[in-house]
């Protein structure tokens, strides 16, 4: 993964650096948010929160408070809750996005996703997930489109939050950005998630046990 990429000129200037993902590289889920969070932005993993932000509010107005993701993962006992909050300790989880740099003042075009495509691909033909989490409806969009059968035109949040979607290869399980989740929809997700998770998953591919 190019640590300097240059390749989306509009936002070389404006990020701290680029963040590619991070995690368990022999995970069954992969969550895909959209962009960086201004505390990716500075730290360099995905999806953690700033530790003036711990409770995962939305930093700036676009549901990126990521605080929220880590306490959904450690209820589930997929993230160590000792863990130091810019460096959580994940397992069997890998966390990434659809774009890797940020730009403060809007979120990313259709080109610079699309220009980040091959880092994604890269990421999930390297971790060959189970389960795939779009986060977020531009998220679930992408990946739907990519991974599924199903309309795009169909794939809408919030109903799809806390189902299951067959695709190509993979299912996927969709998640409101939980920054702007309520406690009944968060707590939706967590039973649907964990009953999945309780279920023989693994036979969607028939991949080797871990």
Not at 64 to 73: A, C, K, T, V
Not at 76 to 105: F, G, K, M
Request: charged residues 30%.
């Amino acid at each position: 993964m190019d640590e300097a990429c240059q390749n989306c000129p509009d936002l070389c200037e404006p990020r701290t650096q680029v963040v590619h993902g991070y995690g368990d590289v022999g995970a069954d889920f992969l969550f895909v948010g959209e962009r960086p969070s201004p505390a990716a932005d500075e730290t360099g993993i995905p999806f953690v929160a700033s530790p003036d932000n711990a409770d995962g509010d939305a930093e700036d107005g676009d549901g990126s408070g990521d605080g929220g993701l880590r306490r959904i993962l450690e209820r589930l006992a997929l993230c160590d809750a000792t863990s130091p909050a810019e460096r959580p300790e994940l397992e069997n989880v890998y966390v990434t996005n659809l774009t890797r740099c940020r730009d403060p003042e809007r979120p990313p075009t259709d080109e610079e996703i699309g220009t980040c495509e091959p880092y994604l691909n890269a990421e999930v033909r390297m971790i060959n997930p189970e389960i795939l989490i779009p986060v977020g409806q531009r998220a679930l969009a992408e990946l739907g489109a990519e991974y599924t059968t199903t309309p795009v035109d169909e794939l809408e949040l919030p109903d799809a939050h806390a189902t299951t979607i067959r695709g190509r290869g993979f299912e996927l399980v969709p998640m409101l950005e939980p920054a702007v989740q309520t406690d009944d929809q968060t707590q939706a997700w967590l039973e649907h998630f964990a009953s999945l998770m309780a279920s023989d998953y693994r036979q969607t591919k028939g991949r080797r046990e871990r």
